[in-house]
């Protein structure tokens, strides 16, 4: 237990602190936490959908600064109920759709060639189907709920290079997500992977820009 002349110094250094500069170091130190809990999960074959889903919940950062921040509403639609329902700085919507990380044919070699096995097909037509059924409900949606749901996009997070057999490597599983990235609209396919990856990013340059603790390595 500290003592009352260590508890006064403490008070003082407080005072004399920036406030800023405190609320970033917590929100860092949290950030970090959640960025934890989510490998953790991520790295254990038998995680849920719903695991993973409890470790993005009100983490919107992670998905990158595009967003102002995750809606409380799920449910826009009598027959569509989205898993993380992000807002961009336009007021349009972003949907994002989460899946396992253990997906051993995330992507298959066919006849010499690299492409996504049927899971993350099927996860993208399911996304396919949200944006249509929000499309068509625009209207009402944006009265009832000020919110865009006409220019509708959605990023699907599934996978981890980890999991994926067949002697297919991390860089396979990157340049055909990419491939197949490039030929979609308005659907991005992501991986558990390519999230961490991204949110390590994110955390660094943060660090650099006012938290004492920068010198942490971001962990892979």
């Given at each position: ?32 936490a ?18 993973l ?11 990158g ?11 826009y639609t ?25 997906v ?79 030929h979609?609209?308005?659907t ?15 955390l ?11 010198a ?5």
């Amino acid at each position: 237990m500290a003592s009352t002349e260590t508890a006064r110094l403490v008070g003082d250094v407080l005072a004399d602190a920036d406030a800023g500069l405190l609320a970033q170091i917590l929100e860092l130190k949290a950030r970090r936490a959640a960025l934890a809990d989510l490998r953790a999960a991520v790295n254990d074959p038998e995680s849920s959908e719903s695991m993973l889903h409890a470790c993005l919940k009100n983490q919107a950062w992670i998905f990158g600064g595009a967003y102002v921040g995750e809606l409380a509403r799920r449910q826009y639609t009598p027959d569509t109920i989205l898993d993380i329902p992000l807002l961009r700085a336009d007021g349009s919507l972003h949907v994002v759709e989460l899946k396992r990380a253990n997906v051993k044919t995330l992507v298959v070699r066919r006849n010499g060639h690299l492409m996504l096995g049927a899971l993350p097909h099927q996860a993208v037509s399911q996304a396919q189907n949200y944006l249509r059924t929000l499309n068509e409900s625009r209207r009402r949606i944006l009265a009832d709920y000020g919110v865009d749901s006409r220019s509708a996009s959605a990023t699907i997070v599934i996978g981890h290079s980890r999991y994926v057999g067949g002697d297919i490597t991390p860089q396979e599983v990157a340049e055909t997500l990419r491939t197949y990235n490039t030929h979609a609209t308005r659907t991005e396919v992501i991986t558990y992977e390519t999230l961490l990856d991204s949110a390590n990013r994110m955390l660094a340059l943060s660090a650099e820009q006012g938290d004492p603790d920068s010198a942490e390595e971001p962990e892979a």
